[in-house]
């Protein structure tokens, strides 16, 4: 996940937290991720911001019940993003 963010130069400033967090958590729904998995990557950004956790909580179910994960599988997704 860190690679992932530092490659497609994703932040979690206030105004991008929350589409920073739909777009992580597709990834890691893709990536077979669990919540809690995905909780560990990001334990430094959640530590400094709580609100990242609280979106990550909110969004989890949102993101898996929508099928964001199979996003990127798709030709958009490799155009738009390096993973």
């Not at 690679?3 to 497609?8: A, L, R, T, V």
């Not at 919540?35 to 969004?59: H, M, V």
Request: charged share 30%.
């Amino acid at each position: 996940m860190r690679d992932f963010i530092n490659e497609n130069n994703l932040d979690f400033t206030e105004g991008s937290r929350n589409s920073t967090c739909v777009i992580l958590i597709g990834y890691a729904q893709h990536k077979k991720l669990t919540l809690p998995q995905f909780r560990e990557e990001l334990k430094k950004e959640i530590k400094a911001d709580k609100f990242i956790g609280t979106e990550i909580n909110r969004l989890w179910n949102y993101c898996a019940d929508r099928n964001y994960k199979k996003f990127w599988s798709s030709k958009e997704a490799k155009t738009q993003y390096t993973f």
